[in-house]
T-cell receptor, first 110, second 115 residues
Framework: EDKVVQSPLSLVVHEGDTVTLNCSYE??????LLWYKQEKKAPTFLFMLTSSGIEKKSGRLSSILDKKELFSILNITATQTGDSAIYLC??????????FGKGTLLTVNP | NAGVTQTPKFQVLKTGQSMTLQCAQD?????MSWYRQDPGMGLRLIHYSVGAGITDQGEVPNGYNVSRSTTEDFPLRLLSAAPSQTSVYFC??????????????FGPGTRLTVT
């Protein structure tokens, strides 16, 4: 059974701090790892990492995938209060389903 | 494009009642899925469909039925509601298998309370 573990489960920082969110996984025939941001509504897509794309960056957010050690990190630099959200990691394998972790609740205080 | 739409947004049921959560997408996506989200549990897959006429079970299928008669619609039926089914339900779709190279789009969610 595929498994995704995110850490920490919650995190409180001050504006301007840099945060690192972790996602480790066990999956049969890994195909992709995805990061989503969820505010008070549906998750929105951030990044997809695959064998052919192990590092992604968009503004203050960046993510890397370590396929050997089976983990990914999501970095957010110069955090803002608008970054407060649940960050979800999901992994896709050969069974064509996505398995989600429990999420990391990030709170950025002014 | 409306994207992925879900109705209703909120619903309160009594134990034992049945109901159908509606989901529709107008992006001609083959793959659709239903998740439930409980506090501190992330998203758990209930059922999914890889195309019209084809459905399969996810991680937590008990108490739920689905069908996929058209590409656009993927309703989720609660057969006999139980308090354990109190949750937020998300429908999602993607062009093909979301574990490949295709982004999955989520609907706005349905908040269901079973008393």
């Amino acid at each position: 059974e595929d498994k995704v573990v995110q850490s920490p489960l919650s995190l409180v920082v001050h504006e301007g701090d840099t945060v690192t969110l972790n996602c480790s996984y066990e999956v049969t025939n890994f195909r992709s790892l995805l990061w989503y941001k969820q505010e008070k509504k549906a998750p929105t897509f951030l990044f997809m990492l695959t064998s052919s794309g192990i590092e992604k960056k968009s503004g203050r957010l960046s993510s890397i995938l370590d396929k050997k050690e089976l983990f990914s990190i999501l970095n957010i630099t110069a955090t803002q209060t608008g970054d407060s959200a649940i960050y979800l990691c999901a992994v896709g394998g050969s069974n064509y389903k996505l398995t989600f972790g429990k999420g990391t609740l990030l709170t950025v205080n002014p | 494009n409306a994207g992925v739409t879900q109705t209703p947004k909120f619903q309160v049921l009594k134990t034992g009642q049945s109901m159908t959560l509606q989901c529709a997408q107008d992006m001609n996506h083959e793959y659709m899925s239903w998740y439930r989200q409980d506090p501190g549990m992330g998203l758990r897959l209930i059922h999914y469909s890889v195309g019209a006429g084809i459905t399969d079970q996810g991680e937590v299928p008990n108490g739920y039925n689905v069908s996929r008669s058209t590409t656009e619609d993927f309703p989720l039926r609660l057969l006999s509601a139980a308090p354990s089914q109190t949750s937020v339900y998300f429908c999602a779709s993607s062009y093909s298998y979301p574990s490949g190279s295709y982004e999955q789009y989520f609907g706005p969610g349905t908040r269901l309370t079973v008393t």
